[in-house]
C-alpha cells in the first residue's frame, strides 16, 4: 500500500527502516518509531475493533494509554500471545502480527454487528432485567452471554518470557517527562537529590517536544527546541536516573509505588531472546512529583463514535510526531482553543481542513487569529447533529445552537469529511493523586477535578497540566515555583524564562450536545468500549439510580480496561447536570491501581516454577526418591507418602507396609514434625499454662502427649514432650502446625508471660527422626545401638535415652503413634541418611519395611488416634474427640481452660468423634461423605460427616473416623452415608479398632 | 505498604511483619472467675476503629519480637511504636 498518508518527519520517525507488519492477515508497511496506531492510519486504516454490546466499528480513537477502541490481540502463539494491547501504545518492530478482537467473522463484517439494530432493546442494565427470569435458566442465558462477550484471548500455554523485580529507593521520583517533568527533575538531581525519571513514553518531552507552534515560544525559540536541548543537558546529570518505557501503575501509601519497565515489546521476536520482557520497579521515594499530564475530552454528541473520529489532539500528534494524516479533509469540532493548533500543525502539513466548527460564540485569542488569517473556515456557535459513514466517516452534519445551547436552530449543513477531530478541553490525571490518598476538589471554571492542596499528604506534589495548568506559561511558572518550595530551592535555571502562550480563552461546556433528533433517537456514546450512550446514563437515573458508583456500574460506564479515561467526566457532568447536583459534591467514581493493566508475568516476577515457594526436604529425601517413593506435600514439606513396588496401586502398597508394621518392622522418616526446645527454670509452668494436662511433676528422662488448645477451647495442635532435664524439654509439634505454634506460644510468653524465664528455639531442621516401630523393633535398635538396654525396666514406654550411633550424639524416645513397640532415633541431620541406612542394613532379615504418610495415617487410625488438622478442624473440643482424660480439671489454668465449660462447649449435642464401621466390610467410605439417619428427610438433616476412613489390612475390614452430633450417645445405632449411586449403611462404634487393651506396646 | 519502625530493628517495610490485633487486652489472671460474659468480653470482642487505632505488631520476618503500634487506620500513619509492657506514649 501507498505511504501517500506520509510527510516527511524524520526526527522521531526513522523512514530508513521499514518494518513489515501484518494486521488481520493483510501484510502492511510502516517505519521505526511507528505504533501500531501510526502505521495503520498511514495505511489508511481506520476501522480496528468492534464494540463491545453493539459490535459498531470503531477506530482509532486516541494516540495514548487512554484508548478505548484500538484494543488488538498481539501474536498467535498460543504461550506468547498477548490480549487488549493498546494499538496506540506498542511499537511497531519487524514481524509484528496484530489481529481486531471482540469481531466475528471480521472487523470488517461482524455478525454481532446485528445488536446494533438490536439496540432499542439492548438499554443499560438490559441483561440484569433479562436474565434474571426465571432463575433455573441462567445456566443456559449464561452460556451465550459468556460466547459473545470478552474482548481478547488469553494465551493457553505458559509463558516462556522472563520478567524481573527491582527494588528501588531514592530521595525523589518524578513521574511523568513531559515539560513540568523535565523542569522538576532537572531541579531536583541538580540539587543533591538522588532522583528517578519516568515515563511511559520510548522518548521523553510529551506533547511540548512537537509543539513547534509561533504562538508558543520560551526565549524567543520554539517550545520544542527548547525543551530538546534541556533533556539533552539532564541526561548527563549524576544523580538523575531516567527510565522511559516505564508506566508508573500504582501509588501506595508511604511512597510505595509500583512501574513496569517494558524491555522488550518493541523489539522483534529475534531480538528478544535470552531477554528480560518487562521488569517490576517497587520504588519507595522520600518525595514524589507528580507529572502525569492531562488527556483531551472527547464531545458528546449523535453517532460521535464512527471510525475517523479522532481526538484533536491525536491528530495533531500523529501529523507532528508520526507524520502521518489522518484524513484528507479533516474537519475539527471543539469547545476551546486547543483545537487550532491541530489546524495550524495540518495546514503546515498540507492537509485541508474543511472547517471547524466551535461551539462558542467566538475567541480573540492568539492562536485562533492565527488559524483565521489561513482562511480556514470557522462555524462558531455551531455543533454537530449527525455523522454518516459505517466503517469511516464520511460526511458530518452540523446546525447551529440556540442561545442557550440546549437546542438546535437554523438549516442543516453537510460537510465532507473522512476524519473529525473532537477537543472537549482537557482533564488532569490524577489517578496517581487519588491512589495515594489524597483528596480532590472541583473547579468548576473548567469543569476539573484537581488535587487539593490542603488535602495532599506532605511528601508529594502534582505539577504541570495534571496539576490544572493547561496554559505553557502557567505550566513553567507554576511547575519550577512549586517545585522550589518542595524541595528547598532557592534559585533556579528557571526563574528567568521569558514564556509566550496564546494566551486561552475560556472553553464552553456542554455535556450532552443537541442534536435536531429526540435523544431516544440518537447514540451520543460516553464510553465507547463498553458502548454506554448519554441515553443509558439518564435511563439509569430515571430508574432511581444515584450513586455515581452505582450508576457506573448499572450501565457499565468507565468500566472497560481503559478504566473510564474518556468517560468518566462526562458521565458525571450529565449526571449532575440532570440531577441538578453541583459536580463538586456528586464526587469522582474510585480511581483504582494499576493506572494500565499489568501483566501477571510482571505481578510474580520471578517467583514461578521452583521458586514460586519454598520446598522443604528432610535429610533422608535422597533415599526415598531412589526408593521410589511417592510423595505428598505438608505444607512446604516433601513427604513419603507410599512406597510402590513392582508396579504396585497406592491401595497395594499401603496395604503391605501397613500389614508389615504390624507383623514385623517398619520404618518411618518423621522429620517433617515440628521440634521446638524449651530452656529456663520457668519450663515446667510454661508447659502446664500451654498444654491442656498436668507437666510439674514429668520425670526427668520422660515423655508425654499433649494437647494445646486456642483461647476459645478447640483443639490446636497435640504432640509428644520429653524432659530432657530439669529445666529443659524438646516438644513435637504437628508438621503443618511447627511455624504457628512457635508463633504462638512467642506471643504468649512475650505479651501475657514475660515473668517466665523460658526460652524457645526451632530445632526442626537440626535432628532427623527415624521411627521404627513393630514387634521386631527392638532387635533392629539393639543391632543399631548394642550397648542400650532396651529392657521394658531401664527403658519403658514413654521414656527416653541419650545415646550414640557409631560415636555420634543421638536422642531416642521410645513412644508410638500406631500402638506397636516403637522408638523414635533424633539425630543430627547431616548423620540421618546414615543411620537410616543402618536400620535398613539391621533390618534386612525382618523384612524391614519403609512406609509413608499414608500407611502412617492407616496405622493410627486403627488404634483411634487423631490428626490435628484431619479429624479436628478449629470445632472440636477435647471432649468432643472423646480426649477428657487429657484434661487437668485441677489446674488453676491453661489456654483454653474458662472456655471448656462456656454455655456452648459444654452442649451435649455438639459433634462429637465417633468410629465408623460399615455392614459390609469391604466398603470404603469416603472422607468428607455426609452421615444421615432418614433417608427420604427433606431437607435431609445433616448429622456429621467421614473424617478418616481407610481400609485395614490388620482387621480384614474397613474402618474409619467420624464427627456427629452427639456421637458419644450413638453408640452401636445405625445410620447411613449416601453417596451418588447408593446408601451406605454404618453402625457407629468405639473409635480404637485396634488392640484395645494397647498389649502390644510392650510386645 | 507502610513503613514499621521496629523498636529492636529500625525501619523495615511493613511485608517484615504481622498483625496481632488490637493490643492491651490483657488475658484475665484468673479465668475461672469469670462468667460466660466476662470471659467472651476478652475472647471475642474487639474494637474496629476508624482513626487511631492502638495494634500489637510482630517482626516475624525478623527478631521476633512482639510490640505495640499506635496506627490511623484511615490513612496507615503510624503514630507511635512501643515495646510490650510499655507504657503508651498517646493516651488511649
Known amino acids: 500500500m501507498s505511504q501517500e498518508l506520509r510527510i516527511n518527519n524524520n526526527k522521531f520517525i526513522d523512514q530508513t527502516i521499514r518494518l513489515s507488519f501484518k494486521f488481520n492477515g493483510e501484510k502492511l508497511y510502516g517505519y521505526k518509531g511507528d505504533t501500531l496506531a501510526s502505521a495503520l492510519l498511514a495505511n489508511n486504516i481506520h476501522l480496528v475493533g468492534r464494540s463491545f454490546k453493539y459490535h459498531r466499528p470503531r477506530g482509532i480513537m486516541t494516540c495514548g494509554s487512554e484508548e478505548p477502541n484500538a484494543i488488538v490481540q498481539i501474536g498467535k502463539d498460543p504461550s506468547l500471545t498477548d490480549p487488549n494491547v493498546r494499538a496506540t501504545e506498542i511499537e511497531l518492530y519487524e514481524g509484528l502480527e496484530a489481529f481486531s478482537q471482540n469481531c466475528w467473522p471480521n472487523v470488517k463484517f461482524d455478525i454481532g454487528g446485528i445488536n446494533n439494530l438490536l439496540s432499542p432493546l439492548l438499554p443499560a442494565g438490559f441483561y440484569y432485567k433479562t436474565f434474571m427470569w426465571p432463575a433455573s435458566f441462567w445456566e443456559k442465558y449464561e452460556f451465550f452471554i459468556r460466547h459473545s462477550a470478552g474482548l481478547g484471548k488469553s494465551p493457553s500455554k505458559p509463558d516462556p518470557d522472563i520478567y524481573d523485580h527491582k527494588y528501588y529507593h531514592c530521595d525523589v521520583l518524578v513521574v511523568g517527562g513531559g515539560i513540568s517533568g523535565i523542569i522538576a527533575a532537572k531541579l531536583s538531581a541538580e540539587n543533591n537529590n538522588e532522583t528517578l525519571l519516568l515515563d511511559d513514553k520510548n522518548t521523553l518531552g510529551g506533547t511540548t517536544i512537537y509543539q513547534k507552534n509561533d504562538c508558543f515560544q520560551i526565549n524567543g525559540t520554539y517550545t520544542n527546541y527548547w525543551l530538546e536541548k534541556e533533556i539533552n543537558n539532564i541526561k548527563n546529570i549524576k544523580n538523575l536516573t531516567i527510565k522511559t518505557r516505564t508506566s508508573l501503575a500504582a501509588y501506595h501509601g508511604y511512597n510505595y509505588l509500583l512501574a513496569k519497565e517494558n524491555l522488550t515489546d518493541h523489539l522483534n521476536p529475534d531480538e528478544r531472546k535470552d531477554k528480560i520482557r518487562q521488569r517490576l520497579w517497587k520504588i519507595r521515594a522520600k518525595k514524589v512529583i507528580i507529572a502525569t499530564g492531562s488527556i483531551e475530552r472527547p464531545l458528546i454528541f449523535n453517532n460521535n463514535d464512527r471510525p475517523g473520529i479522532m481526538l484533536s489532539s491525536a491528530i495533531k500528534k500523529f501529523i507532528d510526531f508520526y507524520g502521518v494524516k489522518t484524513g484528507k479533509e479533516i474537519s475539527l469540532f471543539t469547545n476551546n482553543d486547543s483545537a487550532y493548533e491541530t489546524a495550524i500543525s495540518l495546514k503546515k502539513s498540507g492537509v485541508n481542513i474543511v472547517s471547524i466548527i466551535d461551539i462558542r460564540d467566538i475567541s480573540s485569542s492568539k492562536i485562533v487569529k492565527e488559524v483565521e488569517k489561513l482562511n480556514i473556515k470557522i462555524y462558531w456557535k455551531h455543533t454537530v447533529v449527525n455523522t454518516e459513514g459505517y466503517r469511516r466517516i464520511s460526511f458530518i452534519e452540523i446546525m447551529q445552537l440556540s442561545d442557550d445551547g440546549s437546542g438546535v436552530i437554523g438549516k442543516k449543513i453537510k460537510l465532507k469529511s473522512d476524519c473529525l477531530g473532537i477537543s472537549g478541553g482537557w482533564t488532569p490525571m490524577v489517578h496517581l493523586f487519588t491512589q495515594s490518598g489524597g483528596k480532590l476538589k472541583f473547579r468548576s471554571d473548567d469543569n476539573v477535578f484537581l488535587p487539593d492542596k490542603s488535602k495532599t499528604p506532605s511528601d508529594q506534589i502534582s505539577i504541570g497540566s495534571c496539576n490544572g495548568d493547561f496554559d505553557i506559561k502557567d505550566i513553567i511558572l507554576n511547575s519550577n515555583k512549586e517545585v522550589k518550595t518542595f524541595l528547598g530551592i532557592k534559585n533556579s535555571s528557571f526563574d528567568n524564562l521569558k514564556v509566550e502562550s496564546s494566551n486561552e480563552e475560556k472553553k464552553k461546556n456542554i455535556w450532552l450536545l443537541p442534536s435536531d433528533k429526540p435523544i431516544g433517537k440518537t447514540k451520543p456514546f460516553l464510553d465507547f468500549q463498553n458502548d454506554s450512550t448519554a441515553k443509558d446514563v439518564k435511563l439509569a437515573l430515571r430508574e432511581g439510580f444515584k450513586s455515581i458508583e452505582h450508576v457506573k456500574r448499572y450501565t457499565t460506564t468507565g468500566m472497560g480496561t481503559d478504566q473510564g479515561k474518556l468517560s468518566n467526566m462526562h458521565a458525571l457532568g450529565i449526571i449532575a447536570e440532570t440531577t441538578g447536583t453541583n459536580m463538586g459534591e456528586l464526587g469522582t467514581t474510585t480511581f483504582r491501581p494499576p493506572y494500565t493493566p499489568l501483566t501477571f508475568g510482571a505481578i510474580v516476577g520471578r517467583n514461578v516454577g521452583e521458586f514460586f515457594d519454598h520446598t522443604r526436604k528432610t535429610a533422608m529425601h535422597n533415599w526415598h526418591v531412589q526408593n521410589k517413593a511417592k510423595f505428598e506435600n505438608v505444607g512446604q514439606w516433601k513427604r513419603a507418602w507410599y512406597y510402590p513396588k513392582n508396579g504396585e496401586s497406592m491401595f497395594e502398597a499401603v496395604q503391605r507396609e501397613s500389614k508389615a508394621a504390624r507383623e514385623s518392622v517398619g520404618i518411618l522418616d518423621a522429620s517433617t514434625l515440628g521440634k521446638i526446645d524449651i530452656q529456663g527454670t520457668d519450663a515446667s509452668e510454661f508447659l502446664n499454662r500451654v498444654y491442656t494436662n498436668a507437666w510439674s511433676k514429668l520425670a526427668i528422662g520422660k515423655c508425654r502427649y499433649g494437647l494445646m488448645l486456642n483461647e476459645d477451647g478447640m483443639v490446636y495442635d497435640d504432640g509428644v514432650t520429653t524432659r530432657l532435664g530439669e529445666n529443659r524439654y524438646i516438644m513435637t509439634t504437628t508438621t503443618g502446625g511447627a511455624a504457628n505454634v512457635l508463633s504462638k506460644l512467642e506471643d504468649y510468653l512475650q505479651t501475657e508471660w514475660p515473668e517466665l524465664d523460658v526460652y524457645l528455639t526451632t530445632v526442626t531442621d537440626h535432628f532427623s527422626t527415624i521411627s521404627i516401630c513393630g514387634p521386631n523393633s527392638k532387635k533392629i535398635l539393639n543391632k543399631v545401638i548394642p550397648y542400650l538396654d532396651l529392657s521394658n525396666e531401664n527403658f519403658p514406654h514413654m521414656s527416653f535415652k541419650n545415646s550414640k550411633i557409631n560415636g555420634i550424639k543421638c536422642r531416642v524416645m521410645r513412644i508410638s503413634f500406631t500402638g506397636e513397640h516403637s522408638y523414635e532415633i533424633n539425630i543430627q541431620s547431616n548423620y540421618s541418611k546414615n543411620v537410616w541406612e543402618m536400620c535398613m542394613n539391621a533390618g534386612k532379615d525382618y523384612n524391614i519395611t519403609p512406609y509413608g504418610t499414608e500407611t502412617m495415617h492407616l496405622l493410627r487410625a486403627e488404634k483411634g488416634f487423631i490428626i490435628t488438622g484431619q479429624d479436628t478442624d478449629g470445632t472440636m473440643t477435647p471432649s468432643d474427640l472423646q480426649m477428657d482424660w487429657i484434661i487437668g480439671k485441677k489446674k488453676f489454668d491453661f489456654i483454653g481452660k474458662r472456655s471448656l465449660y462456656r454455655s456452648d462447649t459444654i452442649r451435649d449435642d455438639r459433634k462429637q468423634l465417633v468410629g465408623l464401621l460399615t455392614d459390609d466390610p469391604k466398603e470404603i467410605l469416603e472422607e468428607g461423605a455426609q452421615i444421615v439417619e432418614k433417608l427420604n428427610q427433606k431437607p435431609v438433616e445433616m448429622l456429621g460427616h467421614v473424617t478418616s476412613s481407610y481400609f485395614s489390612p490388620n482387621l480384614n475390614k474397613s474402618i474409619a473416623l467420624a464427627v456427629m452430633k452427639s456421637g458419644k450417645k450413638l453408640k452401636g445405632k445405625k445410620f447411613f452415608v449416601p453417596m451418588e449411586n447408593k446408601n451406605i449403611n454404618v453402625t457407629v462404634t468405639d473409635t480404637v479398632f485396634f488392640d484395645k487393651e494397647n498389649k502390644r506396646l510392650n510386645a | ?92
Not at chain 2, 500489637?56 to 490511623?72: A, I, P
Request: charged share 30%; glycine share 6%.
Open chain 2, 1 to 92: 505498604m507502610f513503613i514499621i519502625i521496629c523498636p529492636y530493628c529500625g525501619e523495615r517495610d511493613q511485608t517484615e511483619f504481622s498483625s496481632g490485633g488490637e493490643a492491651h487486652i490483657v488475658r484475665p489472671k484468673q479465668p475461672t472467675e469469670l462468667s460466660d460474659d466476662e470471659w467472651a468480653e476478652f475472647l471475642f470482642m474487639r474494637k474496629n476503629i476508624k482513626g487511631i487505632q492502638f495494634e500489637r505488631w510482630n517482626h516475624s520476618h525478623g527478631c521476633r519480637k512482639w510490640f505495640n503500634v499506635v496506627r490511623d487506620t484511615s490513612n496507615d500513619k503510624i503514630h507511635a511504636v512501643y515495646k510490650m509492657g510499655e507504657k503508651p506514649p498517646i493516651n488511649k
